[in-house]
């Protein structure tokens, strides 16, 4: 059975930095899309960041160049480094995978397109 744990989420000043991490167990990430959303208040699980099996990342818009996701297969761990944050970037940040797409992600940014879940990590940024 998969298992997907995030870390690195926290609490940090408007601009700085944090580094999230996601450990996967129970299977393979290599072939599987894997990704992170978020939802934070008052909105709908949104897509943050996903890559693919090749290492090809797309971001959601509102990212702007502040984001960079990453993965390291031999070691099942897909990362978020997120830069220069905002207030409006506080909320829980969860880990997901699909295997759907043969190593590709889904054009849609829906979340209902990823069958692989973690628990989430809060992130909090004060301004």
């Known amino acids: 059975q998969a298992l997907l744990v995030e870390s690195g989420g926290g609490s940090v000043e408007a601009g700085g930095s944090l580094r999230l991490s996601c450990a996967v167990s129970?299977?393979?990430?290599?072939?599987?899309?894997m990704g992170w959303f978020r939802q934070t208040s008052g909105k709908e699980r949104e897509e943050v960041a996903v890559i693919d099996d090749d290492g090809g990342p797309r971001y959601g818009e509102f990212v702007k160049a502040r984001f960079i996701i990453s993965r390291d297969n031999a070691k099942n761990t897909v990362y978020l480094q997120m830069n220069s944050l905002e207030r409006e970037d506080t909320g829980a940040y969860y880990c997901?995978?699909?295997?759907?797409?043969?190593?590709?992600?889904?054009?849609?940014?829906?979340?209902?397109?990823?069958?692989?879940w973690g628990q989430g990590t809060q992130v909090t940024v004060a301004s």
């Open positions: 997901a995978a699909t295997d759907g797409y043969g190593g590709a992600c889904p054009r849609s940014r829906a979340a209902s397109d990823f069958g692989y």
């Open positions: 129970g299977y393979s990430p290599s072939r599987k899309c």
